[in-house]
């Protein structure tokens, strides 16, 4: 491997890194992605999006993609409670009028292909090991390839997208500025021939579970409960976790082909880590993660690429400083995910009540539709496509 420069070099080419990479390279700035994995992979994550990510990647001009993959529209929501269950029509708002669910086989190479047309150079294979320093400012990245060959990459820029275990967010020490107290543990895997009519999901003390309808006419079931009460085992501890959740659910899934493996995540309680430095910002998991029962970690990923390309855009123009540019970048971050990391905490620790948790509910809707507003109004000189 040789040495090259470049405006922005990316950690990580999936949600967060692939789309800031796309919005970067839209933007005009030569950019170049490492990932250390293959293309085209799976990863350790369901994929339900909510609405804000839903509107990014219809005016981003990927949602047509999303749907063409075979992605089925949702448009319907059910919350199954211990009592009742209720249903919530998807109504048209922002552009769209269906949620989607895509595997992460889908969304994560439509993100990566698009970055490629606009003119980023993706690299797999390439291993993050290192960075380059100059009068304490980051310049650049040294990485390994499979081979064993280290080599290097400056740039004006460094962006950590390399997910929750960020090597990025540990080499330049980035502060934990929020910790979350609770976790649950979750397992998930993918169905055929389970009736659903949309997203479902159910709440309650003893264990909570979902099904997103996605790819391939499969359902990603998933439930989710306090670690020391998951128990790994395949098919029939998901079934036993899924009755004490929704007996309902469980009575559905019975007939239903279990067409994966399934997948289980020990759990980690949600953090915020300051996103940027001189030289370096972190997006997507590497610099804020929740619990999975959130939901919310791709909508969170694609949210902050833009809002982080719109912030280096105007770094990399000479137009604002770091400190101004940045600042605003975490300050946006942290005013439109702090309710949801607080909301999802109390969820996780599954100490609440059946009117408690629609409260809770409701409390994550009304940041939800916040955050929705936040990205209607984004004024972001990167999304249209056209280099400045
Ligand atoms: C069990 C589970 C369920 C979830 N369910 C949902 C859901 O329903 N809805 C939702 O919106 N979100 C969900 N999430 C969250 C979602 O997975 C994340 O939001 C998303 O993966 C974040 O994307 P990212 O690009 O930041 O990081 P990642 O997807 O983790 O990608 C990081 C990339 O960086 C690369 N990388 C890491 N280290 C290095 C290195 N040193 N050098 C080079 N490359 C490196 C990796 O290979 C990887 O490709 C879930 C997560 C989990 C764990």
């Not at 250390?36 to 999006?49: K, Q, V, Y």
Request: glycine fraction near 10%; charge should be neutral.
């Amino acid at each position: 491997m040789t040495g090259t420069h470049t405006d922005v070099v990316v950690v990580g080419a999936r949600a967060a890194g692939a789309a800031t990479a796309l919005l970067l390279a839209r933007a005009g700035l030569s950019v170049i992605v490492i990932d250390r994995d293959r293309p085209g992979t799976d990863t350790l994550s369901t994929h339900a999006l909510m609405r804000g990510a839903v509107v990014q990647l219809h005016r981003w001009g990927l949602l047509d993609e999303v749907v063409r993959a075979g992605t089925p529209a949702i448009r319907e929501t059910a919350f199954h409670y211990a009592t009742e269950s209720i249903w919530v029509p998807i109504k048209p708002g922002s552009g769209v009028d269906a949620l989607y669910a895509p595997r992460r086989t889908v969304l994560d190479p439509i993100l990566v292909a698009a970055a490629e047309d606009a003119g980023a150079v993706v690299r797999y294979g390439e291993t993050l090991i290192g960075l380059r320093s100059q009068d304490g400012r980051v310049v650049g990245v040294e990485v390994r390839d499979r081979s064993g060959r280290v080599g290097a990459v400056t740039a004006r820029l460094v962006i950590g997208a390399d997910g929750r275990r960020s090597t990025m967010a540990r080499l330049v020490e980035a502060p934990t500025t929020h910790r979350a107290t609770s976790t649950t543990a979750c397992a998930y895997g993918y169905f055929r021939d389970l009736p659903c009519r949309g997203y479902e999901w159910a709440y309650r003390t003893s264990g909570m579970a979902g099904l997103i309808p996605t790819n391939d006419e499969a359902t990603c079931v998933f439930v989710a409960r306090r670690p020391d009460r998951l128990r790994r085992g395949g098919r029939p501890a998901l079934e036993e976790a899924l009755a004490d959740a929704s007996p309902e659910l469980a009575d559905r899934l019975r007939p239903a082909v279990l067409v994966s493996p399934v997948r289980t995540f020990v759990g980690q309680p949600g953090h915020l880590r300051t996103p940027w430095g001189p030289g370096w910002a972190l997006v997507g998991h590497a610099g804020s993660w929740k619990d999975p029962i959130s939901a919310h970690g791709l909508t969170d990923a694609l949210r902050d690429a833009e809002l982080l390309a719109c912030a280096a855009v105007r770094v990399l123009a000479g137009e604002a400083s770091e400190a101004d540019a940045f600042g605003c970048y975490q300050a946006t971050r942290d005013r439109l995910t702090l309710p949801i990391l607080a909301g999802s905490d109390e969820v996780a620790a599954m100490r609440w009540d059946d009117d408690r948790i629609r409260l809770l509910l409701r409390g994550l809707n009304q940041a939800m539709n916040e955050e929705l507003r936040a990205i209607d109004e984004l004024d972001s000189p990167v999304q249209s496509g056209q280099p400045r």
